[in-house]
Nanobody, 125 residues
Framework: QVQLVESGGGLVQPGGSLRLSCAASGTIISISGMAWFRQAPGKEREFVASITWSGNPIHYADSVKGRSTISRDMAKNTVDLQMNSLQPEDTAVYYC??????????????????WGKGTLVTVSS
């Protein structure tokens, strides 16, 4: 089993930045990759970014590409998501997820093995 705990959410003004962190514990060796998803009120959960445990490849959703960076720290078993130039449409609960195979990471949210409980990001003035 793997446990995932997100942190770093909060209220930020439009144009601001936020860094989310996901701490993994448990059977880390089973993880092939991790990803961030988000779910805005009334909308489906959507992919944000993913990274393999080796660090490559990395993928971003078009909506965050160019203003977000996903990274992992194997020593700390964490995956971070740095988000810049945040806009109100980025408001959502952000979830960390882990996959036990690269194929599952590619398939996306329906195939992820483990999920965190989420952290709320609110972008508002």
């Amino acid at each position: 089993q793997v446990q995932l705990v997100e942190s770093g959410g909060g209220l930020v003004q439009p144009g601001g930045s936020l860094r989310l962190s996901c701490a993994a514990s448990g059977t880390i060796i089973s993880i092939s990759g991790m990803a961030w998803f988000r779910q805005a009120p009334g909308k489906e959960r959507e992919f944000v970014a993913s990274i393999t445990w080796s660090g490559n490849p990395i993928h971003y959703a078009d909506s965050v590409k160019g203003r977000s960076t996903i990274s992992r720290d194997m020593a700390k078993n964490t995956v971070d998501l740095q988000m810049n130039s945040l806009q109100p449409e980025d408001t959502a609960v952000y979830y960390c997820a882990a996959a036990t195979s690269y194929l599952k990471l590619v398939v996306g949210k329906t195939a992820m093995d483990y999920w965190g409980k989420g952290t709320l990001v609110t972008v508002s003035s």
